[in-house]
């Protein structure tokens, strides 16, 4: 999960949301955000207060820490998940293994599922990554490799707490240096009667203002008539000054050669100060031929 707390991070994504943590107390931090928008979806408008978001992170010291994260998505919660997003436990040993148990996002995907994350407003159309699991996750990681296995009750349904279908997640990415990152993953889960798949694979270059991201997805068996296809993705993002930057982005998802979805996204960004981030984006769908203008308002603390 990125966070964007200092202004030349917030284009270049190289700042981690733990970096902007507030001290509560020697053991306890929080985090959060708050995000707002107006949107025109070929010619709808909205204007809405969309997020708002607390992270607590508890450190027990040895290794051992927890993470609650407490959000509100404009809308009045009817279940837990509604209002605690995710919260674990987190055991590191001083060799880089790390194991993880409770309710965490999924390893997949280049786009992040916090605004805080992302490059511009919108999600792409290749957004088929997995979501918040119940379960646990393990690995290890030397600084320049990290190995990642989950085990959870669904990759996709974050209010999935069944043991009987399981799913399961296997990643690794590397950092070699130069500015470089590498990721693929694969994402697996039982539907009862066949199984759901994702190949999920990217790679990123950030080199001073420029950041390059490139993705691809692979599906097997989306539904239970098969349905598999590709998503794909690319992405720049430069930073014109210390406070403004530009993004563009182009996805696209094709499922059998049924459904085609490709996009186009123009975003401009400007960091009123260090907490504080607007943009705009002019999203195009190509196929439909309709078009969302944005604009967003972010603040971090």
Not at 36 to 49: H, I, L, R, Y
Not at 84 to 102: D, P, W
Not at 112 to 140: H, K, M, R
Not at 174 to 182: D, E, L, S
């Amino acid at each position: 999960m990125k966070g964007f707390l200092h202004i030349f991070a917030v284009f270049v994504g190289l700042t981690s949301m733990s970096d902007a943590q507030i001290a509560i107390t020697d053991q306890l931090s929080a985090t959060g955000f708050f995000d707002m928008s107006a949107v025109n979806d070929d010619g709808t408008s909205t204007v809405s207060f969309d997020q708002a978001e607390i992270d607590f992170v508890l450190d027990f010291k040895n290794g051992l820490t927890a993470r609650a994260d407490v959000n509100w998505k404009g809308k009045s919660p009817t279940q837990v998940s509604d209002i605690l997003e995710q919260a674990f436990l987190t055991y590191t040993h001083e060799n880089g293994a790390f194991l993880n148990a409770g309710k965490f996002l999924s390893s997949t995907g280049w786009e992040t599922a916090e605004p805080t994350g992302l490059y511009q407003f919108s999600t792409s159309n290749t957004l088929v990554y997995g979501g918040y699991q119940s379960g646990v996750s393990f690995g290890v990681s030397n600084g320049k490799v990290r190995l990642y296995g989950a085990v959870v009750a669904s990759v996709w349904d974050g209010n999935d707490y069944s043991a009987e279908e399981l799913g399961a997640e296997a990643a690794i990415k590397v950092t070699p240096g130069n500015g470089f990152t590498g990721f693929a993953a694969y994402a697996v889960e039982d539907m009862g009667d066949y199984n759901k798949g994702l190949l999920n694979v990217w790679a990123s270059f950030v080199n001073g203002p420029l950041t390059l991201a490139a993705e691809i997805n692979a599906l097997s068996n989306w539904n239970a008539t098969g349905n598999s296809g590709f998503g794909y993705l690319g992405m720049v993002n430069f930073a014109l000054t210390d406070r403004f930057g530009i993004t563009g982005r182009y996805s696209a998802l094709d499922k059998d050669n049924t459904t085609k979805v490709d996009e186009i996204t123009f975003s401009p960004g400007f960091a009123i100060n260090d907490n504080w981030l607007v943009l705009a984006e002019v999203r195009r769908n190509l196929d439909a031929e309709t078009t969302v203008l944005a604009f967003e308002s972010l603040v971090t603390f």
